[in-house]
């Protein structure tokens, strides 16, 4: 396993030097609208070094990953798979001046999360620390939960400044003191939702803490695609193309999917395309063919970009049942759900996390209760056949997206959250309370 890399050639940081960015596990096919941001804030002439806590999966990779220069440095997965590596850390960590601080903070955090994840974490903050080239200056978190008890761990190590950027799981599923307190110790988050926002501010020692920051899309990347024309309403011989894209898991609903198909009109054309990877995919594949569906649905399994966007752009409807999972995981904005109607591709989508900040039932889309797969099933049955709605539907979103969610005003926003030393106050654009 590889150190953490020294420096490359490269621009020079507007302001706060060499970036270390933490993230959970990179490169991921799941995770788009993190490299686009690496990318974008390369392309500003900030210098990075990106810090995985996980080794890659995927086998496939998206575009702007190969596009990307910044060096990635991987830390020990599991701190038994490198003893060696992990005690000369901690040695050198030891020697740091913050260390005292950064092992009272652990052991508190321990007597309140007695977990092998917890100790792990700390682990990976000891290599960290010893092995950051000395030319970073800052500390940048992808998720609050793990990879921000990393930055949090390491910079109470080191003394450098943190910061991090929130997104959905993490918000929900960690406790709320770990919650109060990292929000007490980053120079500031930010949240690609406004309930996440709202949530957040709620447990922030002031005001200016938390910014609100949607990902958006490189609409440059996703290149608005001509009007589409489709008239199949269901009635065959030609079956509408519903579409689907996210992992299988639970707080993606699709049991609750599988149910409202089942429950489509008989006579009804219809042919889904589901895209993503997933530890439910097995499960949910014998059950579609339990309902009778299975002939009916085309499982692709995790794409890379370029087929997904193929798929967007045949495709009459596109369909997401997320739901809260019991673990009170949920979706944040989904992603897919902005690239869908990039492509002027009508969505259906419940009512769930920040879904309505994006969709506009009736308007820029079509939403119906989450938890029901009847109120689904009548949506589907709908917008099936009415090609008509479907078109208005999809060219409002289409317009939405090109207007509110481009993501070079958040990029914007988080190159200023950057550069500056004395946080968030004041700043412009988005960043109001």
């Not at 739901?323 to 989904?334: E, F, T, Y």
């Not at 008509?388 to 979103?397: D, I, S």
Request: hydrophobic share 45%; charged share 25%; proline share 7%.
């Amino acid at each position: 396993m590889s150190a953490i890399p020294a420096s490359a050639d490269r621009p020079a940081a507007p302001a706060v030097g060499v970036l270390a960015v933490v993230l959970k596990g990179y490169p991921r096919l799941s995770e788009t609208f993190i490299a686009q941001e690496i990318l974008a804030l390369e392309r500003r002439g900030f210098a990075l070094r990106l810090i995985s806590l996980r080794q890659p999966t995927d086998r496939k990779l998206h575009p702007v990953h190969d596009e990307i220069r910044a060096p990635v440095g991987y830390l020990p997965e599991y701190l038994y798979q490198e003893p060696l590596r992990v005690l000369r850390s901690w040695w050198r960590a030891r020697q740091q001046p913050g260390y005292a601080r950064a092992r009272q903070a652990f052991l508190r955090d321990l007597m309140r999360d007695l977990t092998p994840n917890r100790v792990r974490r700390f682990g990976q903050a000891c290599v960290l620390a010893a092995e950051l080239p000395a030319e970073v200056t800052r500390l940048y978190a992808h998720f609050l939960h793990t990879p921000a008890s990393v930055a949090r761990y390491t910079a109470l190590l080191t003394g450098l400044p943190w910061s991090v950027s929130a997104h959905a799981k993490d918000i929900w599923t960690i406790p709320d003191w770990e919650k109060r307190e990292k929000l007490a110790e980053a120079e500031w988050l930010v949240t690609c939702t406004a309930v996440g926002a709202d949530h957040l501010r709620s447990h922030a020692p002031g005001p200016g803490r938390v910014t609100l920051l949607y990902h958006g899309l490189d609409l440059d990347r996703f290149a608005a695609a001509a009007a589409k024309q489709s008239a199949r309403d269901g009635s065959g011989p030609h079956p509408v193309r519903l579409l689907s894209v996210g992992r299988a898991v639970e707080k993606k609903g699709y049991d609750l999917l599988l149910a409202a198909l089942s429950a489509l009109p008989a006579g009804l054309h219809w042919q889904l395309t589901h895209i993503g990877g997933g530890p439910l995919r097995p499960a949910l594949e014998r059950e579609a063919a339990a309902l009778g569906l299975d002939g009916r649905i085309a499982w692709r399994g995790a794409q890379a970009q370029a087929d997904v966007l193929e798929q967007y752009r045949s495709a009459d409807l596109f369909v997401l049942a997320s739901r809260i999972a019991k673990d009170g995981d949920r979706d944040g904005l989904p992603n897919v759900l902005m690239e869908a109607q990039s492509q002027g591709l009508a969505c259906l989508a419940t009512r769930v996390a920040a879904i309505p900040e994006l969709i506009d039932d009736g308007v820029t889309g079509a939403l119906v209760p989450p938890e029901d797969p009847a109120a689904l099933a009548a949506g589907l049955t709908r917008l099936i056949v009415d090609p008509a709605e479907r078109q208005r539907l999809g060219q409002a979103g289409q317009q939405r997206i090109r207007a509110d969610f481009d993501m070079k005003g958040g990029i914007d926003t988080l190159v200023r959250l950057l550069s500056r030393a004395d946080g968030v106050d004041s700043l412009p654009g988005r960043a109001a309370e």
